[in-house]
């Protein structure tokens, strides 16, 4: 098997169109440093999915990517560069989009000659992208669909549908996260593999050291902690769930983290609430040490339907219990999680969860075979089967 993955992704120039470089690390991140060892990457900051308002935060994300376009492309880790383009995040439009083409094209060939890339590989993990790629030169086209991002409640246009399809129909592989993500996209190409998502086993496992020590601003807190850290967004979290919670375990402690750009206040107006930001990606097995249990609070609907949440392999790295609600992509870990089928068998599963509370190394080594160096090597595989190279 080696033998036949010599020269696979190895040697290669590389774009990868993706989230902004500074937000939580996803499996695009895991994905491209391990890229990095043997190849140099172009990561691209995400333009958008939707047209902004005149929000607070709109404002402030426009500030921040006018800062990062006026940055020269710059080396953030060996073989990995970050350039922040500017476009306008309209897809509905036939003359943006072809504004966007010719924007995108020449920010994008300008970073490209700076670094002497030639022939690249295009990795798509957002299909705004589809705007340029296949305008760049590339040799091959790679779209990691992580997402139902069609579902999203603030993508609001059929232009983005319309950019996937093209997307999905030009890609040389589609590779996705879930199940369900194959059987839609299998539509548009029958070149599509399933690689799921893996997991740092062993720095989550430093949840379990003796030596880590949990952070202050939970170390005290009453028991049980009930934690949760990833982004809280309209789509993402359920909030009435988090408040029956909170209101059901009103002796113990609910701990947030993350970043958050809904409204939370049905849940922070009980006492044992603590919304505690977001935190470096570094700490967060020092507090799963701290939580008695872990939650993946996801909502039900198109989008958590079709997501595979990476927070959960984390948790069970850490060797927390789990309780979710029901995601496909949760139910195939089996019984190392408890799902629950609505927000009072959620409470039910708390209260059996709890009945083993806090990191232990059975539930920890469950996840050692779930590395996200494996699923690089699925993906090599999956590449070199279909002459991606």
């Avoid at 710059?74 to 509905?92: Q, R, S, T």
């Avoid at 996705?176 to 720095?203: D, M």
């Avoid at 609600?325 to 870990?333: K, N, Q």
Wanted: aromatic share 8%; proline share 6%.
């Amino acid at each position: 098997m080696a033998d036949e993955l010599n020269g696979v992704l190895e040697g290669r120039d590389v774009l990868c169109f993706g989230h902004d470089w500074t937000g939580d690390p996803l499996s695009k991140t895991h994905l491209m440093r391990l890229t990095a060892r043997a190849n140099r990457v172009l990561w691209i900051n995400s333009i958008g999915y939707r047209k902004p308002t005149a929000s607070a935060r709109d404002m402030k994300r426009i500030a921040d990517k006018l800062k990062k376009f006026t940055e020269r492309v710059k080396e953030v880790e060996p073989n990995i560069f970050v350039m922040g383009p500017l476009a306008i995040p309209v897809y509905d439009s036939p003359i943006v989009q072809k504004v966007n083409r010719e924007l995108l094209r020449l920010q994008i060939l300008a970073a490209m000659k700076s670094l002497k890339f030639k022939r690249p590989l295009s990795f798509v993990f957002n299909p705004t992208g589809s705007v340029v790629t296949g305008d760049l030169g590339e040799d091959k086209i790679v779209y990691y669909c992580v997402d139902e991002f069609t579902a999203y409640s603030d993508a609001g246009t059929r232009g983005l549908v319309d950019l996937e399809e093209r997307l999905l129909k030009k890609a040389d592989l589609v590779v996705v996260s879930a199940e369900s993500l194959r059987k839609t996209k299998s539509k548009f190409n029958q070149k599509i593999e399933l690689v799921r998502h893996g997991v740092q086993w062993s720095k989550f496992r430093k949840a379990l050291d003796p030596d880590t020590k949990i952070p202050d601003d939970i170390a005290a807190l009453p028991k049980p902690v009930i934690g949760y850290f990833g982004l809280m967004a309209d789509d993402w979290i359920d909030i009435p769930m988090l408040s029956k919670i909170a209101q059901r375990f009103s002796h113990g402690t609910l701990v947030l983290l993350g970043k958050v750009t809904t409204d939370m206040s049905e849940v922070t107006r009980h006492p044992n609430v603590k919304l505690l930001g977001r935190k470096p990606f570094e700490e967060l097995p020092a507090y799963c040490k701290g939580f008695d249990v872990a939650l993946n609070a996801f909502p039900i609907n198109d989008v958590t339907l079709n997501a595979n949440p990476l927070k959960v392999r984390e948790y069970l790295a850490a060797g927390l219990p789990v309780v979710s609600s029901r995601i496909p992509e949760v139910e195939v870990l089996g019984d190392l999680v408890h799902i629950g089928d609505d927000h009072d068998d959620i409470l039910q599963k708390l209260d059996a969860a709890l009945k083993d509370p806090g990191p232990t190394h059975a539930r920890s080594d469950a996840m050692k075979n779930e590395s996200w160096e494996g699923r690089f090597e699925e993906l090599r595989r999956h590449m070199a089967r279909h002459g991606v190279a």
